[in-house]
Structure formats: structure tokens, C-alpha cells
């Protein structure tokens, strides 16, 4: 990803608490602009309008005063549509509630890791799980999966899952166009899947420096039942990263 490609995140933090999650962004291709009180958050969004895309929150802030301020910096923004996540530790499901009233959209709760970073700031910066893109939503999964091929079989995690396929991380990806069958197990039962390889990525053939090496796979012949499994499964974990 070029320097030009890279999203650029507000990081209000009165008390550096997110101190840890700046290096976590740039790894992962975000830039974060710090403000650290209302008013340089304010200015940060107004100077760099229409840069910023989504503002990130500590959990401890006063609940009190938290609609209010997100209210003035979502008004510095000349959309008012700016996106704000919740991180840190996982408050009371009261405290929830009342982070929902007062405008946060996403939370990144600990522990977290990249995946689940990567996903919910995709989300507060494009918005996909509104419109048109909801059949393209791809959540962060920890599933495991077999993966069958003809040369074989091999065990892979589910990085990351959507209505129409998947992508699996494995240091023994298939090769691109190959036919695989995917065994996935979600909660309501295993989706056993015929799919094609669309993309892989190989040392020394990188072609997302942020994904880890494995392959990307297009669902193949999905009857109906299975895409209410996949459906109802993805609005689940996506549920998990909303207050």
C-alpha cells in the first residue's frame, strides 16, 4: 500500500491510554493524529477535513460528557458523518449502552489483534456494513478449517469469512484456480464448501504485505441454506464490534 493509499485516524486521548495502539496502526497501514482534549481534536478535523475518516476513543472516558463531545468534533467535520470506535477494556454492558447513545460506533475491546483492528477501522472509515457492500462484509474469525485439495489435505485458519468466500492464512497455500473443498466450522454446524483459489500470498510473492501468507477463495455453487448459515454467522461477529 502506498503512503497516499494510507487512512487517517483521529486518536482522542486525553491521557495517552492509547499510547500502544499508535505503532499498532501505522503497522497496519493508519495513520493516527493525537489529540489529546476536546479542542485539538476539534482543530485536527477541521484542518485536515475531509482527511480524517474515523476517531478513536479510550473506554474510560466521562460517559457524562461523551455525547456532547462527539457531537463537536463530528461538527468539525463538514460530512458530520465521522465514525467513532471505543477501545480498550470492556466496560459494563450499562456502560454500553450509554456509549451507544452518545454516538460510538464500533468498540475494539481487549484483547485484540490485528485482524479485528484492521476490520473494525475498515469499518469506521468506509462504512461497508451499510448500502450496497454488506454481501462483500468480511469479518475477522478464528475458526480452523480443513482445506481438501488434490494434494492433499491441510489445516488453515479462517482470517477472514464473507458471503462469497474466504480468506484462509497457511504457509502451504493451493495454487491460484485451483479447486479446493473447505470444511468450516461455524456454531450452527460445519459448512462443508466447494470453492476456487482466487489469490495467494507467498514469500516472495507479496501481494498484500498486510495479510499473512495463505490464499484467497471464492465460494463455488452455494445452495441456500448455506448462504443463510454464512449470512446469519457474519452478522453475528460483526455484531461483536458494535456497542
Known sequence: MHEQEREDILVYSPEDELQELLGRLLLNHFRGRVAHDLEEAERIVKENDPVIHAGIVPANLALETLGSNLARVRQSSSSHRLKFVV??????????????????????????????????????????????????????????????????????????????????????????????????????????????????NVTGNLRRENLPRGMGIHFDGLDEQEKLQLKAYIEDRAACYRP
Open 87 to 200: 477501545a480498550g477494556p470492556r466496560p459494563s454492558e450499562d456502560a454500553l449502552t450509554r456509549m451507544r447513545t452518545a454516538g460510538i460506533d464500533y468498540t475494539l475491546f481487549e484483547p485484540s489483534g490485528d485482524t479485528e483492528l484492521r476490520f473494525v477501522l475498515n469499518q469506521a472509515t468506509h462504512d461497508t456494513i451499510d448500502g450496497d457492500r454488506r454481501d462483500n462484509l468480511r469479518v475477522p474469525t478464528s475458526l480452523v478449517a480443513r482445506v481438501h485439495s488434490p494434494a492433499g489435505t491441510k489445516m488453515a485458519l479462517v482470517y477472514s469469512l464473507s458471503r462469497t468466500g474466504a480468506y484462509l492464512e497457511t504457509p502451504r497455500p493451493s495454487q491460484e484456480s485451483a479447486r479446493v473443498e473447505v470444511e468450516i466450522p461455524i456454531p450452527a454446524g460445519t459448512l462443508t464448501l466447494n470453492a476456487t483459489v482466487v489469490s495467494t
